[in-house]
């Protein structure tokens, strides 16, 4: 049987599902012990990451996530779904790390805790308990590029590089620990364009739209990146959802890009597109 899509869900869809999937929320450990969804497993956001200069962002060992996925009792036929309680960034690198696992079989709660809350539905202080799983974690290389792939595919015309730090980051303006700027021949889009603060932070309702205006083209091997892979979480979320066969996530981005000393770097504005 072929895994569905990742795709959105709604609060009160999700509410009314049963039976009901594994539920992640990945917050601060604080935010989960005030408010999480009602059977909801808590993931740290520094359980996803390295942690190890300078590409703090990188993907963790296998060892590392066979245990996180053990502890909240993940197997491979249960549906997952993700939220965060800021807009799909934390979210976005969970599904990530899901479709890095082999595990095509999510959902992003659209808004997250955020939405939750706002459609009045009930909230949990109390951790939810679950049993541990004994699932052997392998690593699928199919979601993930890395700087020595970039490096030698620079003006490669099916390679779209879509930088979604902020725009003042991407032009070189912005005081970094690395070198400031970009990837040479990046796409700019701001991940706080992916979302809508005035819609409890769900994903943006022209999306698709606002993907085509930017030139990010599905059609293209596109591959998305930040500073640490925590903002491009939502990028690669939000493409995978809208369809996009060929999208990846480069997890050492800027920090690991911009420390070496054999990584070209342009400095600028994103070019104007015209409408």
């Given amino acids: ?71 909240i009792g993940f197997d491979h036929g249960r549906e997952v779904v993700v939220l965060d309680d800021e807009g799909g960034g934390w979210a976005g690198r969970f599904a ?15 808004g997250g805790l955020n939405a939750w809350h706002g459609a009045g539905l009930p909230l949990a202080t109390t951790p939810t308990r679950t049993r541990p799983s004994d699932v052997e974690v392998e690593i699928h290389n199919g979601a993930i590029a890395d700087a020595q792939e970039l490096l030698g595919r620079l003006g490669d015309p099916d390679l779209l590089v879509w930088d979604c730090r902020s725009a ?26 992916l979302k809508d603060e005035r819609r409890l932070w769900r994903l943006v309702e022209n999306l698709q739209a606002l993907l085509a205006e930017r030139g990010i083209d599905a ?37 690991e890009w911009g420390s070496r000393a054999d990584t070209p770097v342009e400095t600028g504005p994103a070019p104007k597109r015209p409408r």
């Fill in 1 to 71: 049987m072929k895994s569905p899509k990742p795709s959105l869900l709604s609060a009160r869809a999700l509410a009314d599902t049963r039976p009901w999937p594994l539920v992640v929320q990945v917050t601060s450990r604080a935010t989960y012990d005030a408010a999480h969804l009602p059977g909801a497993l808590h993931v740290a956001p520094g359980e996803l990451v390295s942690g190890v200069p300078p590409a703090t962002g990188a993907l963790p060992s296998r060892e590392r996530l066979t245990a996180l996925f053990r502890r």
């Fill in 96 to 110: 990530w790390t899901l479709d890095v696992i082999g595990h095509t079989r999510w959902r992003y709660l659209d």
């Fill in 168 to 193: 003042e980051e991407y032009a070189g303006t912005r005081p970094s620990p690395a070198r400031a700027g970009h990837i040479p021949g990046a796409v700019h889009l701001d991940w706080l364009e």
């Fill in 219 to 255: 059609e293209r091997d596109v591959v998305t990146h930040c500073h640490t892979h925590h903002r491009s979480g939502l990028a690669y979320m939000a493409a995978r959802i809208s369809g996009f066969a060929r999208i990846r996530a480069y997890p050492g981005s800027w920090a």
